[in-house]
Every structure is written in structure tokens, then in C-alpha cells.
């Protein structure tokens, strides 16, 4: 339930089937296995309704083909996990198979066109009279709506300058020099909360406003000076125009601003850059971590950030070209990151992208530790940092510096592979950094950065530090709770 709750939260395409007792059984309700001991075989998928955009409750030959492709349908065009219960005894059964000779729709449906005109007239109207001072906030639902394309051509036809949400990272490269950093209202950098909030207007692309994504709500941009492109509806300051979606606005936008690039390419942009600082002590600060690990980054490489220390503290430094960035901002199920790199790393290979990264705390680590058992057996090849800082820091920040509940018990973190299977050493390598000279060295060496087996490296870091963004998040979250100690 976790993970399908993950996924429905973060928008993101899933399919769960789920094995179910046989038809008979169903109608007979004996006291099974794995059930509840009550009769209610339909309980779990009650559960599920709750955490799926749609479900297919197979029943019969005659329709399982066409309900698996209803769901199959959503699961795709609304971004969101499905669920399909699959009986014992229909999991052998014969279907027609001609339904597999019908496309399945993938794309929403045609925006209204009279309405899409009126839409895109209004929108070009605003920027006129904003007279190119137009900045473009791009976020999660860009990406998972798959309208990424349609917004790059947009940016390079019009020049517009580009920040993205902390959900939105990855989007647009950030090597781009049109691009200018992490917009995350009161959390942003100086210069780029002055440069978003400044500009006449703002075109917002695929906006998911949660806390932690827009700095415990701190946007201060008034509605009077937003546009709003989302998948299924546009926004134009108080105005709502449903189902006109962004995937085929766009492309129609871009063609009326094409005329305009002159005027936007005037507005500077920060420059988004990591400046590692010059510290007096050899201790791995997180201020130091995140610049100095950006320069070990390479074009392609998939990037995974736990929730908390690291996927604040991944915000404040560029990525290379190419690369992917995974985080759950929202959701924020800690431990995610690990089953998540077992998986991103599998279609690395199949997408051939470059090394995948993760950033892991070592109390999330130790609570989905057994997916690195899977990663030895499938011979995957990530390096996963281990960030030790003796618990829960983010939990520290956020309820309490010295609350005993946000303390583990430490593990032996150069063990940990051999234990897991990789029993003659030759699948992985470990390490363990306690400055930053050690890390350095590991960062410098060829071979470390080349990932030829699975590298595990245990980062001794400072128990209450914790990265700029993190810190200025917990304050405002601080005087929401109000019960931060």
C-alpha cells in the first residue's frame, strides 16, 4: 500500500495485480490464508481504491481483456497507479486476442479548439503587455505528464528564463544558460527569489504546490500575475479553463511567441553554479558535501536523493546534462530511495544512461537495507553514499534536536555487502570517509568513478548539521507545528 500510495502521490504510472482467491472461493468465502479471517475478500480491494485511479476486478473472460486496457489507459494518460485483481483460476484462461491489434490511447483527449483559441489569446495578451518580462517556473507535472518536450521548444524559441521547483529538477538542463536555478519560494537563493518574484509574469508549467515543494507555501507571487499550464487544465490568473490541457496548448503557444525571443533575452538569469567554500576543519559539512559531490557528476547519470538531508541538500547544486534526478518530495516515504535505485539502475541499462547515484541516510537505509541484496544478485553497479550522521536528522530538525526517538543504532556500514551476499568480495567495494581529504581521494580515483561493481561508501558527517535548504524549511515548518523543541 505504501508504494502504490507513493506513486498516486507523486504521479507516477503503476500497474499492481494482485493475485486473488479463485471465482469459487470468492462466492464460498472459505477461512483462507492471507485473508482476514472474516469473509471480506473484497477489503483489500477497498484499500486500494484509495491509493488507484482505477481498478479492474476480473470476473469473466469475456471482458478481462477490455477492463485491462481501461486501466492500462488511465495508468498512462493520468499519470497515476492502477490496480488489477487477477483470480487463481482465470490466471491460465484464454482470452480473444483482438484487442491487441487496437492502439491503446495514450494521450489525453483534443482540447476543446474554440476554447483552446480563446486560452492561448488570452495568455499571449498577457505577455504583451508584460512587454517580455516573463520568467517560466517549470515543475513535477511537466515531467510526469510527459510535456517536457513541448517545454524546451518553447523555452529555446522564446528565450524565456527557466527556474524549476525542487519536484520540477532535471526538467530543463541545468547547464542551459537561459536556466537559473531552484525556485522554492522563501528557501530559494536570494538572487533567484528576486529574479522569479520580480518578473511581470510568471508562466508556471505543471505546478504541485506542496510544502516541501514550495517552501512551506512561501511563493509570494500574486495569482493577478500567474498563468498556470497544468495536464488537464489551464489557469489564467483568477480564471480556470478545465480540461485544456498543457501537452497540446503549448506547441500552439510557442508558435504565437516565437516573435518575441529579442525582449526575453534582455532579462539576465542567475548564473546557476556550486561554489565549494574554503572551510578552516577537514569535517564533511553538508555545505561542503553537495558543491564538492557535484563535481564528481557526470552527463547522464541518474541521481537518487533520500528524502530529507539529501534531496534538500542535492537543491542548491546544478546537475550535468543528460542527467535524471529522483527524489519523492511529497509522498516522502523514507527508505524509498533504495528499492528505487534497484529499479532506476536496472533501466539505466535499458535506456543507456550513465552511472546511477544514490544519497541514502543511514537510519532511511535501514529500513529497505535488503533491496542491496537484489542489486549484488542482479549485478547492478550503482554507488550508493551513505550519509552517517547517527539518525534521523531531518526528524532532528524538524521535532526535536534531542528527542531519543530520532536516534539508531549504528551499523557496521563496510560489512553490510558481504553479509548480503557478495561473500567473496568480488560483486563490491566499500569504504568509509571521516574528512574531507579521504573523500576526495575516493571522488578522484579513476577506478571509483568508473562504477565497476557496486560501490558502497559510509560518509561520517556531523550529527546536528544539515544543508542550507533544510534548515530554513524546518524553521518554517517550526512555526506551523509549533511544538519544535
Sequence with gaps: MNGMAGAFSEMVPMVHIAGVPSLRQQATKPMLHHTLGDGRYDAYTKAAEQFTYSQAILTNTISAG???DRVLSDCVIKARPVYITLPT??????????????PLPRHPSPNDAEVESFVIDEIVKHIEEADGDVVVVADACAIRHDAIDELKDLLHKTGYPVYCAPMGKSAIDETYERYGGIYVGSISRPEIKEKVESAKLILSIGSLKSDF???NFTYSIP????IELHSHWTKIKYADFPEIG???LIPKLTSRLEGG???ALQLEVPHFTAHVPQEADDIISQAWFWPRMSQFFKPKDVIVAETGTSSFGILDVPLPKDSIFLSQILWGSIGWTVGSTLGAALAAKDCNMNRTILFVGDGSLQLTVQELSTMLRKELKPIIFVLNNSGYTIERF??????????IMNWKWTGLLEVLGDLDGTLSKSYTVNNKNELTELLENPKFAAAKV?????VMMPKHDAPRALQVQAELSGKTNQYVL
Excluded: C, F, P, W
Excluded at 89 to 102: E, G, Q
Excluded at 223 to 226: F, I, K, N
Excluded at 398 to 405: F, I, V
Design 89 to 102: 483460476d482465470m490466471a491460465y484462461a484464454k482470452i480473444s486476442s483482438d484487442r491487441l491489434k487496437i
Design 223 to 226: 495569482t493577478t500575475r500567474t
Design 66 to 68: 477490455a477492463e485491462i
Design 261 to 263: 525571443k529579442t525582449e
Design 398 to 407: 524538524l521535532h526535536g534536536k534531542e528527542r531519543k526517538y530520532n536516534d
Design 213 to 215: 515543494n514550495s517552501g
Design 246 to 248: 498543457m501537452k497540446q
Design 454 to 458: 557496486l560501490q558502497l561508501v559510509e
